[in-house]
């Protein structure tokens, strides 16, 4: 009887071990080659093993409808901003649970997680679902209600994620989408679709130091980057199918043509290629940075936002939101590797150990 006890208690030992190692497993990676988290707007958080290139786990935001979403230096936390929640999540990256929920306000989209603090971008203006197209009745008609009622801008919030305290917040435009800071950490710089600015505003006290008219390139600019050594600044104009290229004291210096409706940006990790994600050419396009000359395109899905690199800079994961899948591509040559399938409108994609993307990078 004593040895069957045993044996017995020897079997739950083990399949408990078993078990916790199983959960481990699902979110940190053993492999050596990094995870991805891609937010979907309609789920939760999927986790990828970036070796198998398949999925291994889901962390559960509680149907709070995630966007944007950052990580810590430390690899220790996950931050995503949830729209239907009006708050964002703080997520143990290791165990995925969340720690905790921080109010934030409404329609929290945008996520720059940079040091210890985590920027967001929130629209209490937002209607939700796609904008109206620019100059159609229905926009008009969207503009002159807000001025009726004296509709309330945008804001970014700065949370300071060690101790889950909104820091400050710093008044934007009309539906501020992009968020970047300067190259010497002393500025924020975001995109105001609505408004037809880029506007950069003093980090300390919020006050707004130079407004960047981009009427002239078409409308709603939605994407900022900053380039590894901050010698420039690119934002996309997604109904103007060009990108702006600021210098590093925010004057336009270029506009350049790109394919239809550029949204996400990034820089490769020198700085010597530009990436712009189409959401309606269906396309990833790469520019080089000395001469602004396309160097290709490589094929991905319908309305794809957000992308980012493994942390080996040898693939591209692009998370394309229309048609619910995540489209891997090989970095050499833009050619798809993998179509990842079973998404729920993904929206935002970032890589641990951290790498560059439109939603992160790896020099601030």
């Known amino acids: 009887m004593f040895k069957g006890f ?17 959960s481990k497993d699902s979110t940190t990676d053993e492999s050596g ?14 986790v990828l093993d970036l070796a198998s290139l398949e999925a291994i786990s ?31 999540s ?47 009745e229905a926009a008009k008609k969207l503009e002159e209600d807000r001025e009726e009622d004296d509709a309330e801008p945008a804001k970014i919030a700065i ?6 305290i909104v820091e400050k917040e710093i008044t934007g435009g009309m539906e501020t989408e992009g968020i970047e800071l300067s190259f010497d950490q002393t ?9 037809e600015n880029i506007t950069v505003h003093d980090l300390e006290t919020g006050e707004m130091i130079k407004e960047i008219s981009t009427k002239d390139y078409g409308h709603r600019p939605r994407g900022i980057k900053a380039s590894p050594d901050g010698s420039m600044y690119v934002g996309s104009i997604e109904y103007g199918n060009r990108i702006v290229i600021m210098d590093s004291d925010f004057e336009v210096i270029k506009s350049v043509e790109t394919g239809a409706v550029p949204y996400g940006l990034s820089f490769n990790r ?9 959401a309606k050419g269906k396309a990833l396009q790469v520019f080089d940075t000395s001469t602004w000359e396309e160097l290709g395109r490589g094929e991905t899905g319908k309305r794809c936002w957000h992308f980012t690199f493994t942390p080996d ?21 833009l050619s798809v590797v993998k179509r990842l399938t079973g998404f729920a409108m993904p929206w935002g994609i970032v890589a641990y150990p951290k790498s560059v993307g439109s939603l992160d990078s790896v020099w601030q």
Not at 159 to 164: D, L, R, T
Request: aromatic share 4%; net charge negative.
């Open 58 to 88: 889901e962390i559960d935001v509680e149907g709070k409808g995630p966007r944007g979403i950052g990580i810590t230096p430390d690899g220790k936390t996950i931050v995503v901003a949830n729209v239907d929640g009006g708050d964002i």
């Open 187 to 195: 500025k924020l710089i975001i995109t105001n679709e609505a408004d």
């Open 270 to 278: 020198d700085g010597s290629k530009l990436y712009v994600a189409l």
């Open 6 to 22: 045993r044996v017995l208690v020897f079997s739950v030992l083990s399949l408990l071990l078993f078990s916790a190692g199983c």
């Open 159 to 164: 949370v300071n994620i060690e101790s889950g």
């Open 90 to 136: 703080l997520i143990d990256r290791e165990s995925g649970q969340v720690i905790k929920h921080i109010e934030i306000g409404e329609n929290p989209e945008f996520v720059r997680v940079i040091g210890n603090r985590a920027f967001i971008s929130f629209e209490p203006a937002s209607l939700g679902g796609p904008p109206p197209t620019p100059g159609s």
């Open 313 to 333: 800079d040898s693939k591209i994961l692009v998370a394309c939101g229309r048609s619910d899948e995540i489209v891997v591509l090989d970095a050499s040559d």
């Open 33 to 46: 080659a990094g995870l991805a988290y891609v937010t979907n707007q309609k789920g939760n958080i999927t």
